[in-house]
């Protein structure tokens, strides 16, 4: 034969003819001689969009990704700093607070009529010529005290005071 060969191992084409040379790019759709089957028509398809995913976005994937993670660490760093300023404001804040309280008590205990009176009052001293007298019995009124109900004894009595209730209290016998 006098025509091109096929690629398929030099067989000719439909009834003995060599294939004509075809237009570069065309595609070969191979025909059967036989009939096509009867066949049902396909389903009607509904096209969707193909979502391709080319080389420069995966390159801009890429980079956003590690351009947030590179960020995601310093910025969380940042963020537990800014807390940890805002706690330890607030307890300079609150320790400037008690510092001004203190200078307060300190300058009260400077002045010796601020003295005078925390020992009448706290450890029941007196001025000679005077007499004291400390009632040891329920508050007047009926009511009684919050730290008689707890079995202890009262936290606003002397020191002297509160030791002989609780030697009394372990004196007695519960029942």
């Known amino acids: 034969m006098a025509g091109p060969r096929s690629s398929r191992g030099g067989r000719s084409g439909a009834a003995g003819r060599a294939p004509t040379a075809r ?4 595609s070969r759709v191979r025909r059967s001689r036989a ?14 969009r193909r979502t391709t995913l080319t080389a420069r976005a995966a390159v801009l994937a890429v980079a ?6 590179a960020i995601a660490l310093p910025f969380k760093i940042w963020l537990a700093q800014r807390g940890q300023i805002a706690d330890l404001q607030a307890q300079t804040r609150a320790q400037q607070q008690h ?9 009260r205990w400077s002045d010796p009529a601020y003295i005078e009176q925390q020992a009448r009052l706290r450890l029941h001293y007196v ?5 004291a007298y ?12 919050a730290a008689a109900n707890s079995g ?3 936290a606003t009595a002397p020191w002297y005071s509160r030791l002989w209730q609780t030697v009394q209290v372990a004196g007695t016998a519960r029942k």
């Open 99 to 107: 510092v001004a309280l203190l200078e307060q008590q300190q300058q």
């Open 127 to 131: 001025l000679p010529g005077e007499k």
């Open 152 to 154: 202890g004894p009262a």
């Open 35 to 48: 009939g096509l089957p009867a066949r049902t028509p396909p389903p009607a398809v509904v096209r969707r």
């Open 23 to 26: 237009a570069a790019g065309a």
């Open 134 to 145: 400390v009632y040891l019995g329920p508050k007047p009124g009926g009511a009684k005290p």
């Open 64 to 69: 956003v990704a590690s351009v947030a993670l």
